[in-house]
């Protein structure tokens, strides 16, 4: 089997976590099934990040792309008290080793009390939740 471009983005969409590709200009340039599906209407491709951000996250991610440009790859970023997720950094390099851009890794919360639920069910279930 050829590993296509068509092969890649098939494994991203079945990622159960969200993936939002954001270029260095802050554009939002990829988002694979998962992202789609918990950001609906609020993320778009082609927008600015800073779209669904506020400013005062660009200081934060100016400093993250200025650590990844001095070598370091994913930084915890921090700990969301609204939905117990741990939040990450995630630079994505070149061949070159060159930052082209980044995105934001989120660990969930789990309930051990249904340790065999799925990724997806917990994002269905947290979304009633937050309504």
């Known amino acids: ?40 209407e609020r993320v778009k491709i082609g927008r600015s990040l800073f779209h669904c951000h506020n400013e005062g996250t660009k200081g934060k991610i100016e400093t993250f792309l200025k ?22 950094f995630v630079p994505v390099r070149d061949n070159q080793g060159k930052v082209i851009g980044y995105f934001e890794r989120h660990e969930v919360h789990w309930d051990e009390s249904y340790p065999e639920q799925s990724v997806f069910e917990y994002w269905k279930n947290r979304k009633k939740d937050l309504s």
């Open 1 to 40: 089997m050829e590993i296509t471009k068509d092969v890649l983005l098939s494994l991203l969409d079945a990622y159960a976590y969200e993936i939002v590709f954001v270029d260095r200009n802050h554009t939002v340039q990829y988002m694979n099934k998962t992202a789609m599906q918990r950001y609906g």
């Open 67 to 88: 650590r990844a440009d001095e070598g370091e790859d994913e930084m915890f970023q921090v700990l969301n008290g609204k939905t117990g997720e741990r939040e990450f």
